[in-house]
């Protein structure tokens, strides 16, 4: 069997630190897909890719073959009575706004599950169990998925539920694209007041305050997420502003109103912005003006729900503002339990280092259980920050953050990383040695190579 001619090493994901040489093979029909599963007699391993929005090395595949599914992007059926969306793995969760925008029914539907950009696939979306600005209410993203299918390496198309093959099921939920190809899934959308959002938006000075109105706001709020100011210090660590929203029921008129946004962009960077524009300064003048310019009270507006969700979607291409050589995002979660000590220490370390950027949030998790295996989320808090990529100065500040988030009981988003060491990794995933029992012996990925490994790996250097 020959490999895809297209051999590509240009195929970068969000953050843009990591450049390897791919086979690429593009799908349109599930035929091709089961078509382009003989590669794997080559010899080499496969990988779905949806959008690239992950953000380092866990959707590549470093010279081995990358599946495109985008072309997977069909609806198969849509239920307005019961609010059950079926479609290709392809189809993105813009799409499926764009559908329910559309539609004119006395019952109004949403995405149950999203992350902070509509530019993901639901195969992408499902891979990674990604959770959203509901946490705390709904779970992740495999909380509401029904079912899908599977294409594995040896051809065999496996219908998976939670009670057909119920293994396979635990283990794609969150599974990073290792134990086959989602060919299609049915998923569960929530049933809402309307589309719009009642949004408040306000400053708070500091972690202790983040902690109170984020468990004041947990019960009445659908969503909840602050934004943080991370260089911030002393008294004031922690602080910045609190965005907490719900669904509302339209006044009259106002769902003929539509961001036409499902698209692209409206705003887009061409082109690398000089590394030395992210720095400390910058970045302080930046977050102070941010932080100032927000209310001090709690202000409530009736908004689109694009601006409270998916903010960097309006920018194209944002992830150039950090150059040429990209940038790595730290996504951590820790326990309730260790919470309010750990990020403390997380935040004094980011402060001191003056090394992130003004892209930095803080969200509460909930309780509820997702079935993945491997799903990221867990009660407690989770932060994410990115960090412009100085090469051994950050990865070595990376290091450190791991080890609190390690002592706290706390673990790091696979969707996000791109330089956990395996030991790491591994703590923090104690299920992942079962997990790897149902991975497909014709799928692999660079993230997965590297955090299994049994021996400590030399850690891969970005350019
Ligand atoms: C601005 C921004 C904000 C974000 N906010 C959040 C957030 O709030 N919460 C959150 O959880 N995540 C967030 N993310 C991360 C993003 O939601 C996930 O990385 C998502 O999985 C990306 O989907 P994708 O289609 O781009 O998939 P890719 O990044 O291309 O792939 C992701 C994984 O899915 C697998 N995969 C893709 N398609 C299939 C398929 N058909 N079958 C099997 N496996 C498949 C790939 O192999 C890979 O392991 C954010 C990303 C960005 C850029």
């Not at 813009?94 to 950009?117: K, M, N």
């Not at 049933?191 to 004041?216: K, P, T």
């Not at 969700?309 to 194209?316: E, K, R, W």
């Not at 696979?414 to 079962?434: C, E, I, L, N, T």
Request: contains cysteine; hydrophobic residues 40%.
């Amino acid at each position: 069997m020959q490999v895809p001619s297209m051999l590509r090493d240009d195929l970068l994901t969000w953050g843009r630190s990591h450049r390897f040489r791919h086979h690429l093979r593009s799908l349109h029909f599930s035929d091709e897909a089961v078509a382009a599963m003989g590669l794997a007699e080559s010899g080499r391993t496969m990988l779905a890719r949806g959008l690239g929005r992950s953000y380092g090395d866990s959707a590549l595949n470093a010279d081995q073959i990358l599946l495109d599914v985008n072309g997977l992007d069909r609806f198969i059926h849509f239920d307005a009575a019961s609010g059950i969306v079926e479609c290709e793995a392809g189809v993105t969760l813009a799409a499926i706004l764009q559908l329910l925008e559309t539609r004119d029914s006395d019952q109004r539907w949403f995405l149950p599950v999203t992350p902070g950009t509509k530019f993901v696939t639901v195969g992408g979306a499902i891979a990674n169990d990604v959770h959203g600005k509901n946490h705390h209410r709904a779970g992740c993203f495999g909380n509401h998925v029904l079912s899908f299918q599977l294409l594995r390496s040896n051809g065999e198309i496996l219908n998976c539920s939670p009670n057909s093959n119920p293994a396979l099921f635990q283990a794609t939920i969150g599974g990073l694209g290792l134990t086959g190809l989602i060919l299609s899934a049915r998923v569960a959308l929530q049933a809402v007041a309307g589309l719009w959002l009642e949004a408040e938006s306000f400053r708070y000075e500091n972690l202790d305050r983040f902690h109170q109105i984020s468990s004041a706001s947990l019960t009445d709020w659908e969503y909840s997420v602050a934004w943080i100011d991370c260089l911030a210090a002393g008294a004031n660590l922690g602080r910045g502003v609190f965005t907490r929203a719900r669904h509302v029921a339209p006044a009259p008129g106002m769902d003929q109103l539509r961001f036409d946004s499902h698209g692209q962009p409206r705003l887009s960077l061409p082109f690398d912005l000089p590394s030395f524009a992210m720095n400390r300064t910058s970045i302080g003048i930046f977050n102070t003006m941010l932080w100032h310019k927000a209310s001090a009270r709690p202000r409530r507006q009736i908004t689109h729900y694009d601006p409270v969700f998916y903010p960097l979607d309006a920018i194209g291409g944002w992830n150039r503002l950090y150059g040429a050589s990209g940038f790595y995002q730290y996504q951590c979660v820790v326990p309730t339990s260790t919470a309010r000590d750990a990020i403390r220490e997380l935040l004094g370390l980011i402060s001191q280092s003056g090394q992130a950027s003004f892209l930095a949030v803080l969200k509460t998790f909930g309780t509820v259980v997702s079935p993945g295996m491997l799903s990221f989320p867990m009660p407690g808090v989770t932060l994410a920050l990115d960090f412009p990529n100085r090469g051994f100065g950050t990865l070595a500040l990376l290091d450190q953050l791991d080890r609190v988030t390690q002592s706290a009981g706390g673990r790091i988003y696979p969707a996000k990383d791109g330089r956990v060491s395996a030991a790491a990794f591994q703590q923090g995933y104690p299920g992942w040695r079962q997990f790897s029992t149902m991975i497909d012996p014709g799928f692999s990925s660079s993230f997965w190579r590297r955090v299994s490994a049994e021996a400590p790996l030399t850690r891969f250097r970005p350019l």
